[in-house]
Structure formats: C-alpha cells, structure tokens
C-alpha cells in the first residue's frame, strides 16, 4: 500500500463515519493497550532480530509499557481534555458566551526511527487517535520484523477504518513526506528533519518534529561524583545510548575528568546489553570518535567509552555508546558550552544548589531541565516532549499530545442586543465620537 492509498483510504472511513466520539476513543486506547502488553514477548523477540541483539529489558520497558501506560493515561484524563473551555468575553459584547473546542485535525502521519520502533510510533499515534484523528504510520526500514509487528498491532487495536501501517524504504519515506496529512510527526535526525520540512512545506502541513541535538550533563561542584557518573552511565547504557535524550557531553564543573572516568569505573556500569543498530552506525561512530583518545569501561558487544569532548564528539550527536567529557572552569563557562550549541532535547543536572538549577534554566534553551537523573522524564506521560530550535518543535506527551493533534476552534453564541452594536454602519456622530474616545482621543 502506498502512502496515497492509505491516506485516501482513511480521508474516506473520516468521511464516511466522522470522527470517533470520546467513548469510541477510549476504548481504541484500551484495545491498543491490550495489544501492546499481549504481543510483548513478539517485540522482544523482533527487536532483539533486528538490532542483532537488544536487551530484552529495553523493549520491555521503554517500548512495550511506556505505549501501554501512556494508552492507559489517556483514557483516563481524555474527557477532561476534551471538555470545551469556557472564555470570558467583554462588556460590549454581553449577553454573548465563548467558548473553545477541541476539534479531530483529521488524519495524521506518524513517521517513526528505528530506535524505539514501538514507542515513538504508537506513542504519538494513540494521542492523535486520542484526539479524534485517524492515522497512518511508515515505521523505520531499518527494524523490518517490528515494523511488521506494528502493522498486526495497529491492525487489531483499530482496524483499517482507523489506523494503517505503510511499509517501504527511504522512497516510500519520501512520498509520505510529501502527502497531504492533517498533521505530520517526523522522529529522527536534524537534518532528515528538514528535508521532511520541505517536502511538507508544499501542502502547508502543520508538524511535530521531534529531533536530536546534543543533550549535556551538568556535574556541579556540590555533586557526589560517583552517584552522578552512575546515573549517567545508566541512562547511557540503554539501548547503546542510542537515544535523542542520553547523556551526550558531561560538563565537569570544580571536578577533575580524571576522577568522573574513576568514577565511571567504580560504578560498575561496563558495557550495554543492546548493539549498535548496524554497521553503517557502528562505521559513523568510529569516524566520530576516531582519532579521540578513548577509555573502554566493559567488555562486550557493546562497551560503553568515554572520551575528551573534542572535534566531531565536540561537535555532533553521538547518538551511541560513547560519551564525551569536558571540564569547564565554572558554571558560566559551561553555559557557554551550551549556548555555542542549537538548543538541546534535554539538560540534565547534578549536585545543584537551587540558585544553580534556576541560573541554568534561565541561561539555556532546552525541551526538558532534570535534576539528579537523566532519561527517565520520558517515560512519565503527564510531561510534554519535545524540542527547541535545531532539536524540534511541537510537542507530544498526555494533555499536550492530545492538544498538539487537535484544532483549537473558537465557538461564539451571541444575543439579540449588545452594546458594541451601537458602532454598527451606518455611523453618526455619536458612533465617531464614542470610537475616538475609546482609544483616548478627544471627541
């Protein structure tokens, strides 16, 4: 099917059936949810096919049960999203009431990466079915067998009628660029990002697109290095640190890059249970780390290295298991670390004083700011996601998902009489005069 097919398929069933009412929705979102946990040990075994070995617990938890618990947590808050929102509305226009509704765009794109194959296509999927919208989704080429797994899963959750899945390599991601969808979400890189812009531009698509950049880890002087290097070595091992929020670059303020790597060492944290994706990323990970003086923590597959922050690592996302390290002389020094950079998905901090967390939030730009973690915000579904700038626009995640996916439509109901009437056509002298003296002239 290609991707013309399947959005004239689903503008039809739209026509034809209207957009879903909340009930409808909601139990869209329970069968997706039932799905999703009743095919897991299918994910496990296509993602760990695909990546050439994945940990069965990056699949379980960072696909399988984030799309189940943001399913679950849009059912439960949808018809309060949902629930127009009354506006209050001036004198001159009493009796007259406002509102706004939140009305389906219509059908939805979702253009998924292949590093979280499930999550970051059902994800925004379930919000825009949420929403009232139908959708259709080209999964990455790069993860065959759980591309293949999502066509059964959106298959039997929604039916034809509501969700399609398009498969296809980079032609097919081309030609779904450039359809005319209601809204497009495009997951992956920056510069994909754009093409995926232009090719959208043509039909003045409205877009989400979530992308990378790199995210920095604060280590300040008040921190216990060993629980910071722990808790960045943590989120960097899952999935091989192939993740648009892992810890990319650790800024070291009043600390030694000597002790983070003894640090590192003491954790324990070695290697990831997940590989490189294939060896087309395995070769652009040596060509950034290469000629870089590196330190191999673990054995395994798939080790994790730390590495000086300088040329290409100082430079672009790594996007892997290697991260780079930087000394800065104070916390200004490092927030101009981050300011030479396009803004950032995520900024995490460790050891700061409160005065410290608010001079970082007010002197960066950045989707999300954590304090004592890194990752893990992605997983709390109340939590808009998204990026500034070069990283993204748009935002997905729980109410700011479901507002992302809807038009915004302004509804009046006016009286009979009103006292702005009294500047209707044709005007007298009475009109002019009143009109002058509202914006403070003299009559």
Not at 117 to 144: D, F, H, I, M, Y
Not at 240 to 250: F, K, L, S, Y
Not at 296 to 304: D, K, N, V
């Amino acid at each position: 099917m290609t991707p013309a097919v399947a959005l004239a398929a689903l503008r039809a069933a739209e026509a034809e059936d209207g957009a879903p009412d909340l009930a409808a929705r909601r139990a869209a979102l329970e069968r997706l949810r039932a799905a999703v946990l009743r095919r897991a040990e299918d994910a496990v075994a296509a993602a760990d096919a695909d990546f050439g070995g994945r940990a069965a617990e990056d699949t379980l938890l960072a696909d399988v049960l984030v799309v189940a618990e943001a399913a679950r947590y849009a059912a439960r808050h949808l018809r309060r999203w949902a629930k127009p929102q009354r506006v209050s509305v001036p004198l001159p226009f009493l009796p007259a009431r406002a509102w706004v509704e939140y009305v389906p765009k219509g059908v939805v794109g979702v253009m998924a990466p292949w590093n979280y194959p499930l999550q970051l296509a059902l994800v925004p999927a379930l919000e825009a079915v949420a929403a009232g919208n139908r959708v259709c989704l080209k999964p990455s080429e790069a993860t065959p067998r759980v591309a293949a797994l999502l066509g059964e899963i959106v298959a039997e959750a929604w039916g034809p009628r509501m969700g399609l899945v398009v498969q296809g390599g980079v032609e097919v991601a081309r030609d779904f660029a450039t359809q005319p969808w209601d809204h497009l979400v495009f997951t992956g890189g920056t510069e994909t990002g754009r093409r995926v812009m232009a090719a959208a531009a043509a039909n003045l698509t409205p877009l989400t697109l979530e992308l990378g950049g790199k995210c920095p880890s604060l280590v300040l002087p008040g921190a216990d290095l060993r629980e910071a290097a722990r808790a960045i070595l943590a989120a960097k091992a899952v999935n091989a640190g192939q993740t648009c929020i892992a810890p990319d670059t650790v800024l070291l303020v009043g600390h030694r890059a000597a002790d983070f790597h003894a640090a590192c060492r003491a954790t324990g944290i070695g290697a990831a249970e997940t590989s490189v994706i294939n060896p087309a990323q395995g070769a652009r990970l040596e060509r950034i780390a290469g000629g870089t003086e590196t330190e191999t923590l673990g054995e395994g597959t798939t080790p994790l290295r730390l590495a000086p922050a300088q040329g290409a690592l100082a430079a672009e996302e790594i996007f892997g298991p290697v991260l780079a390290v930087e000394e800065c002389a104070d916390l200004p020094a490092a927030l101009r670390w981050i300011a030479a950079r396009p803004h950032p998905l995520a900024i995490a901090l460790f050891g700061a004083t409160r005065a410290e967390e608010e001079a970082v939030a007010a002197g960066t730009k950045s989707g999300a700011l954590v304090v004592g973690r890194a990752m893990e915000h992605a997983a709390m579904p109340g939590l808009p996601f998204g990026g500034v700038g070069a990283s993204g626009f748009g935002r997905r995640g729980g109410e700011a998902g479901f507002r992302e996916f809807s038009n915004p439509r302004a509804r009046v109901r006016h009286g009979r009489v009103a006292l702005a009437r009294l500047l209707d056509p044709p005007r007298g002298d009475f009109a002019r005069k009143l009109a002058r003296r509202l914006v403070g002239l003299k009559p």
